[in-house]
């Protein structure tokens, strides 16, 4: 395994950095306050398409597609650095660059399952930047953490030309956005199926279809979002849509859905290592900074451990990451499986534990909204949850150890 990086991630790096320096890290207060003064807290404010235009001037646009038809023909392995800088400013970096959840996960869905017609409709647009989407998994009356689970109906009509969506979805990321224009569905064709794995499949549903109402913002530790596009709670309502944008097959949604997590999962990862880099900048510009009890914050042993231990963590995380990457681009996902798994439980646990010391060297300004980190640990703890939970994955992870000894 040679984690080195090539001249081409190199030189992406560089000019990744260079925008992150000179256009993204300027706008987080812009952004602020320009959302102040909108007339609706989820309409975006107009610097994102400032960063947006300038990002794709630079070339630095859907960096996130391992393939070259789509995007920029990057490996993981040479995706993974660059996912790390965009970390440093999770709410409008990855938006500027085109590489934000959930659409990444929908255009790769969409560029694997659908049919070209429906690649026209709406993975075209979403790699243009034109629209956003977002994936409706998740329901508040079970445990979705068992996909199994999913009880919205997909049901065929009577004449057989169209499909009928009835259910409740909630944390739906992306769908406050006015610009969220489809969602991709997860609900059940065969609820009565022999294998349970094979009852689901997905659908898209256009935003203005009739019966189609996004109800409410799901606050996220008392956040809601707004440049990620918010949570939110969506109700299905008998929404008819056409039979042609079933995705795939019916009975497939299961096997799409563990499809589109995987590559999710890791893009997380990479992302959250980047808010430990900023967290662990943050420490030391304060622990330098700021005096008490008659000497600098950097001279108490206490602080030094915490900023030592973040150090020891990250390259711990980096290395983990960086493996799974190179696993994914020779293997393939499936057989990153265990990695994949293993980083999705290490590095949002230890990157809240980062990031909560580097709130209690801040004090009242750790939790205030004068600096990034409260956000960032809400952000980093809900990772804990999204894409499956952590308890989730370390019973498959146990299964698949336990099995070679058996």
Not at 5 to 31: C, G, I, Q
Not at 251 to 258: C, T
Request: glycine content about 8%.
């Amino acid at each position: 395994m040679d984690f080195a990086f090539d001249a081409r991630t190199e030189e992406l790096r560089e000019r990744l950095s260079a925008f992150m320096e000179e256009y993204v890290y300027p706008a987080e207060p812009v952004a602020a306050e320009q959302r102040a003064r909108l007339a609706s807290p989820w309409d975006t404010p107009a610097v994102f398409g400032e960063l947006k235009a300038e990002a794709r001037r630079q070339g630095l646009w859907n960096l996130f597609f391992p393939g070259g038809e789509y995007g920029a023909g990057l490996t993981n392995l040479q995706y993974a650095p660059l996912a790390e800088i965009t970390g440093r400013s999770p709410h409008l970096a990855p938006m500027a660059t085109n590489c934000a959840a959930p659409d990444t996960g929908n255009m790769e869905l969409l560029a694997q399952f659908a049919s070209e017609e429906q690649k026209k409709q709406w993975l075209e647009p979403l790699l243009a930047g034109e629209i956003r989407s977002a994936f409706a998994m998740t329901e508040p009356e079970v445990a979705s953490s068992d996909a199994t689970n999913v009880e919205t109906r997909i049901e065929r009509s009577a004449q057989g030309d169209e499909y009928v969506v009835t259910g409740r979805k909630w944390y739906i990321s992306g769908a406050m956005n006015p610009d969220c224009k489809v969602f991709i569905v997860m609900g059940k064709t065969d609820p009565d199926g022999a294998d349970p794995r094979r009852q689901q499949s997905m659908i898209l549903v256009p935003r203005d279809t009739p019966g189609v109402e996004v109800r409410r913002a799901m606050r996220v530790y008392g956040y809601e979002d707004h440049d990620h596009g918010g949570h939110a709670e969506v109700v299905f309502d008998g929404a008819r849509v056409p039979a042609a944008n079933l995705i795939a097959e019916e009975g497939s949604g299961f096997a799409i859905a563990q499809a589109r997590l995987g590559p999710g999962r890791i893009h997380h990862c990479m992302r959250l290592i980047g808010m430990a880099e900023r967290a662990i900048e943050l420490m030391c510009r304060r622990a330098i900074g700021r005096t008490a009890f008659g000497k600098e914050l950097a001279a108490q042993g206490v602080v030094q451990n915490w900023i030592a231990d973040a150090r020891v963590t990250v390259e711990q995380l980096r290395l983990l990451v960086l493996k799974t990457a190179w696993l994914m681009d020779t293997v393939g996902n499936r057989g990153a499986h265990t990695e994949i798994q293993a980083i999705k439980i290490a590095t949002p646990r230890a990157v809240v534990r980062i990031l909560d010391d580097a709130v209690q060297l801040h004090g009242a300004g750790g939790v205030s909204q004068d600096f990034p980190l409260a956000e960032l640990w809400a952000a980093a703890r809900t990772l804990r949850l999204a894409d499956g939970p952590d308890e989730v994955h370390q019973r498959s992870l146990a299964h698949r150890e336990l099995k070679r000894y058996r």
